[in-house]
């Protein structure tokens, strides 16, 4: 939702951060979050959401079971994944675990936090 929000291009960030081949995995219950607030979130949401569902496009949809930021974890720690997310909360658990993060810093660019 982030380039629907703050206006960041999250791809040419991801290239610029990774600085290598990459593939975007998006789970299951991820795209679910996503469609649901595309209905019924405040506008703004909504058409974050939106963008982040047109995003979507340019990986792949794994299927998974579970919650959101359950099956972030599972995936991230099982197949050593690098996961992007701006849930504070998440991002701490994901660090706890010795998973990259990226996430969005000062409302314009994309960092990463840990080691790759």
């Not at 960041?8 to 607030?37: C, F, G, T, W």
């Amino acid at each position: 939702m982030i380039p629907g929000m703050f206006g960041v291009d999250i791809l040419s960030e991801l290239e610029r951060l990774l600085e290598r081949p990459y593939k975007l995995a998006i789970p299951n219950p991820v795209v679910q979050e996503l469609k649901r607030i595309s209905e019924h979130g405040k506008p703004k949401e909504r058409a974050a959401a939106r963008v982040g569902l047109l995003l979507i496009k340019r990986g792949s949809v794994i299927k998974a079971k579970g919650g959101a930021d359950e099956v972030i974890l599972k995936l991230a720690t099982h197949k050593q994944c690098v996961v992007g997310t701006t849930d504070a909360l998440l991002r701490k658990e994901l660090r706890r675990q010795g998973v990259p993060v990226i996430y969005l810093r000062q409302k314009s660019h994309l960092a990463i936090d840990g080691w790759i």
